[in-house]
Every structure is written in structure tokens, then in C-alpha cells.
């Protein structure tokens, strides 16, 4: 069996806090439940704060099922650069680093310790330089990578995706519990694929004094678009995740 | 492979934090057969940076030992080396990156299964960091 490397003997650990030296804020999207759009809401977020000039980076770490590359119809023949470690390609004006670079659209079926390694080398090589956001998008569920961002990633403000149904709601309630637990900051809540804020979302942002940054209606066209930033932009989605942000004074 | 500069910050971090101030007589390093370290470059990088924290750095002091990759089945239990992998120069490059996706390009030569487990050669790792007439940190 692989050992757990101590904390203090894996010399990745000492330097993740060096490659994020420069940047102001980390914004890991999270959901315990999948399919309730944190991919779509990291790579829009990112599209956005880049569009109004801010130095921004995307960082995949839904490893096993990578998306984000997909999402922002990444051009598979891009590959970082190395210098002293690496420099994540520039796609839409934001830095884009995940594993599919490495992995090439083969499956990659990995153990919980695994992707541990993982993440803290992906976190220890990539160079981002400097940066106002980094989005970080994160696989479904409460498991090790989630830990992971929550151990080696210092000053995170994680931005919360639900639906309105209680199938992603309870699994969120859990996650706000966590993070409260440990003293992280929410950055806040976005209400996906729903026509209109819902009682018992808005209740449980109270609850938390988590900020309610508002809803995202179901967009029939959205799917079509995926992979093409162009038309993504002119999507009902895409527009009112700006509103959002722009509403939230997240843009600065 | 200039990435091997990242991963020499890491173990310099790790040397200052140990031995800070103190006179380096040796720090023994393992390297994996899946990173494909280049050692000039990375002795060159580690050399260079320990300098940077204050240290005086002998010939001699930097010591590598290679370890060769063993991947062995979780479903069989078969057990095998690099070398029988056959992979493509590219896939050698993706893998000395992120030594995990090896798993994308190669399965139990036996059963088929991905799920193997790489026990030994997956990367660098500090065995020992020796100073002045103190042993710290002997690991092995
Ligand atoms: N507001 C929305 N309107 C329509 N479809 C959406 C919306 N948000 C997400 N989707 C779609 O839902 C599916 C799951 O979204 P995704 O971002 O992959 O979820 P997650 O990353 O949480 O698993 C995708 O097919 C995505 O295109
Ligand atoms: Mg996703
Ligand atoms: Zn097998």
C-alpha cells in the first residue's frame, strides 16, 4: 500500500502557498451533488470576470471527468508551457490548467489517494503568475479532493451551486455546515436552473448568512453551446450570470 | 522538462525548514521512474535555490537514488515495471508531469484493469537531510 506522505515531509505541500502567492482570491465552485452546474457556473463566472479585464484563471480539478476544457472549447492540440514549472495556456483571456492536457481524453479512473497526488501536484507545478480570481471547479461530493482544497489552499471563498430541488439542497446544507465548521468564508450561493428564487433556498442562505447571489433559469439553449464561447455568451445564462456578478460587485 | 525547478523549490522549502542556518552535509532524494527527472537539471535548480536560502552547498551534498517504477494489480495482483508499459515517448512527457495519468494510457498487462497501483517510482521524495554531525530525518 501507498503511504500517507506527512504533512510536513511532502515537499509539494511547502510550495502550493508560493504558486498562489499572487493571486487575490480563490474560488473553488462547489455542490456536494453533480449535474447542478458547477462546471457551467465556473467557466462562466471566469468568462465574465475576464471579459471586464480581470486576470483570471480556471483550474480543473474534476479529475477523474475533466469538463472544463470542454465547457470553454479548449483546442486539444494547446498545452502549457514550462517555465519553472507550468504556465497554463490562455483561452477567452483566462489561464486554463487541467489534467486533460496530460490525460488526452483517455479514461482516468483513479483512488482516493490518487487523486490526491493529484491535486497537490497539479497545485505545486502550475505557475499562474498573477491573478485576481482563480475558479477552481470541483468534482461532486465531499471527498478528497474537496479536503484537499480545503487543507492546502489557504484564504478560499468558495462560491455554493444548488437547484432548487432537495436532492442538491440537503447535500448543500451539509456543505455550509462544513465550511462553517472550519471558519471559510462563502462567498455565496447561486440558485441554478431555476425560474425564479425559492423559498426554502433563500431560507437556508438566512440560516447561513450565506449571501444569495440570485437565480439561473433553466436555458433550453445552453447545451447547444457548450464548447462555443461565442454563442454561450449570447445565451440567457451567460447574461444573467453577469447581471449576477455585476449586481454582486464581484467584478472589481 | 523545466519542471524540475518547481519540484526543487519544494524540497529546498523543506531543507530550510529543517536545517535553517546549519551546515549541509547531505540531502538523499529518491527519484521516481514515472517523473523522468533530468538530475543535472534538477541538482543544478536545487543547488542554486539552497544558496538562495543561505546554505553552502558541496558537491557532494546532493545525492540521488533512482527508483525504478513497480505498478501491481488491485484486481490480480500481477506486478510490473515501466518498461513493459510500452509507452510513447508523449505519453512518457504527460506522465512525468501528473505521474497518476498514467493510468490513461496503460492497464494490467493480465486482467486489463486501470486499477493498479504504482508502489514504487511515482516521484520525488527527500529520504534524508543530514547536518553538521546531526542525523535528522533518516527515513529509510
Ligand atoms: N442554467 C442552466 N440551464 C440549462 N442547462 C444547464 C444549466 N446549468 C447547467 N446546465 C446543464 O446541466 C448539466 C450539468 O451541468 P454541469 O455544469 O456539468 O454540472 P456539475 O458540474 O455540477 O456536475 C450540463 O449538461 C449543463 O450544460
Ligand atoms: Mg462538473
Ligand atoms: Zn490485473
Known amino acids: 500500500m501507498t503511504q500517507w506522505k506527512t504533512l510536513s515531509r511532502d515537499p509539494r505541500r511547502l510550495v502550493i502557498e508560493e504558486r498562489l502567492k499572487s493571486v487575490r482570491r480563490v474560488v473553488p465552485v462547489m455542490s456536494p451533488k453533480g449535474g447542478v452546474g458547477k462546471t457551467v457556473m465556473s467557466a462562466l463566472t471566469a468568462l465574465t470576470l475576464a471579459e471586464k479585464g480581470l486576470r483570471i484563471g480556471i483550474l480543473d480539478l474534476d479529475v477523474t471527468n475533466p469538463s472544463i476544457h470542454l465547457a470553454l472549447g479548449v483546442d486539444s492540440r494547446l498545452k502549457p508551457s514550462e517555465e519553472r514549472g507550468v504556465i497554463p495556456p490562455e483561452v477567452w483571456g483566462v489561464r486554463v490548467m487541467s489534467v486533460a492536457y496530460y490525460s488526452e481524453g483517455n479514461p482516468l479512473p483513479l483512488r482516493g489517494f490518487e487523486l490526491v497526488d493529484?491535486?497537490?501536484?497539479?497545485?505545486?507545478?502550475?505557475?499562474?503568475?498573477a491573478l485576481d480570481y482563480l475558479i477552481v471547479d470541483t468534482p461532486p461530493g465531499m471527498s478528497d479532493v474537496f479536503m484537499e482544497v480545503l487543507n492546502n489552499v489557504r484564504r478560499v471563498e468558495p462560491l455554493v451551486v444548488t437547484t432548487p430541488s432537495p436532492l442538491s439542497l440537503k447535500p448543500v446544507k451539509s456543505l455550509l455546515k462544513i465550511l462553517r465548521e472550519v471558519g471559510v468564508p462563502v462567498l455565496?450561493?447561486?440558485?441554478n436552473m431555476s425560474d425564479r428564487p425559492s423559498e426554502h433556498v433563500l431560507s437556508l442562505c438566512r440560516e447561513y448568512g450565506v449571501r444569495y447571489l440570485g437565480n439561473v433559469p433553466n436555458d433550453p439553449f445552453l447545451n447547444a453551446s457548450v464548447g462555443d464561447v461565442d454563442t454561450m455568451r449570447r445565451t440567457q445564462a451567460f447574461r444573467r450570470v453577469e447581471e449576477l456578478l455585476r449586481a454582486q460587485e464581484l467584478l472589481r | 522538462m523545466v519542471h524540475e525547478w518547481a519540484l526543487a523549490e519544494g524540497v529546498c522549502k523543506y531543507v530550510a525548514s529543517v536545517a535553517k542556518g546549519k551546515r549541509l552535509r547531505r540531502v538523499r532524494i529518491a527519484l521516481g521512474e514515472l517523473q523522468s527527472i533530468d538530475e543535472n537539471v534538477f541538482r543544478f535548480a536545487l543547488t542554486?535555490?539552497?544558496?538562495?536560502?543561505?546554505?553552502?552547498?558541496?558537491?557532494?551534498?546532493?545525492?540521488?537514488?533512482?527508483?525504478?517504477?513497480?505498478?501491481q494489480c488491485r484486481r490480480c495482483g500481477h506486478s510490473w515495471g515501466l518498461g513493459e508499459t510500452g509507452l510513447s515517448e508523449e505519453e512518457r512527457e504527460?506522465?512525468?508531469?501528473?505521474?497518476?495519468?498514467?493510468h490513461a494510457y496503460t492497464s494490467c498487462p493480465k486482467c486489463g484493469s486501470r486499477d493498479f497501483e504504482v508502489v514504487e517510482g511515482r516521484s520525488v521524495e527527500i529520504l534524508e537531510v543530514l547536518w553538521d554531525d546531526s542525523v535528522e530525518d533518516a527515513i529509510t
Open chain 2, 48 to 71: 542554486e535555490l539552497l544558496k538562495t536560502q543561505g546554505f553552502e552547498v558541496d558537491e557532494d551534498v546532493v545525492e540521488f537514488v533512482a527508483r525504478y517504477a513497480v505498478l
Open chain 2, 94 to 102: 504527460a506522465v512525468h508531469f501528473i505521474p497518476e495519468v498514467i
Open chain 1, 118 to 129: 493529484v491535486v497537490r501536484e497539479v497545485l505545486a507545478i502550475t505557475v499562474w503568475g
Open chain 1, 188 to 191: 455565496g450561493l447561486v440558485e
